[in-house]
């Protein structure tokens, strides 16, 4: 998957036994940028597949709103599924920044692209909770981005040691593969999106 101003790389892998995931990603444009998110719904097999794609359907229809909002709209129009954790990133071209938050354990990681950067890996709070059935407090953060920084999202069925050998450089669809390859525990749906932001033209 490639755009103009970023590039993205997916890998996924089925629970043993099931013929269909209970994981999602989104990554979608809108006028002033672009919405990751990864969505886990509790559980595998047919339920969670159906919780995942509702969440998924209600982030392509909004894309635009902001992560706190998306996630309130979830939540509204879940309460009748499973449930689901989520991770989400809405990137602003204009500001290059991003602002990002979560609800339960997808796990999430910016990778600062300059070596002078305070931290080069910044990671997401998660906070306790399912989409669905019970929310914490939302509260999102705002970090700025430059050419070339990577976030990294995954579900709990992928290690999350993998945020400790991260690479300073690398093309998104092999890194995807990679920390899949390596860090996939095979006794639950798994899934890891990588996407790179390329900066303003």
Not at 2 to 17: D, S, V, Y
Not at 130 to 154: C, F, K, N, Q
């Amino acid at each position: 998957m490639t755009a103009r101003l970023f590039e993205c790389g997916l890998a996924a892998l089925t629970h043993r036994g099931e013929t269909e995931s209970g994981d999602r990603h989104v990554v979608a444009s809108f006028d002033r940028g672009a919405l990751v998110a990864v969505i886990d719904a509790l559980g595998h097999g047919r339920d969670a597949s159906r919780a995942a794609d509702l969440a998924a359907e209600v982030l392509a229809r909004h894309v635009n709103e902001m992560p706190i909002d998306l996630v309130e709209r979830c939540h509204s129009e879940m309460r009748d599924s499973r449930g689901a954790a989520m991770s989400l990133a809405s990137f602003d071209w204009k500001l290059s920044a991003i602002t990002w938050l979560a609800v339960g354990n997808v796990t999430g990681v910016l990778v600062h692209a300059e070596a002078q950067a305070n931290a080069r890996v910044e990671s997401l709070l998660l906070r306790s909770g399912v989409v669905g059935y019970r929310l914490p407090e939302l509260h999102h953060s705002l970090l700025p981005v430059s050419r070339g920084d990577t976030l990294i999202l995954a579900t709990d069925g992928v290690c999350s040691d993998f945020t400790k050998m991260l690479p300073s450089a690398g093309e998104p669809q092999p890194m995807a593969d990679r920390i899949l390859g390596d860090y996939a525990s095979r006794d639950d749906d798994a899934m890891v999106l990588v996407f790179r932001y390329n900066g303003p033209s």
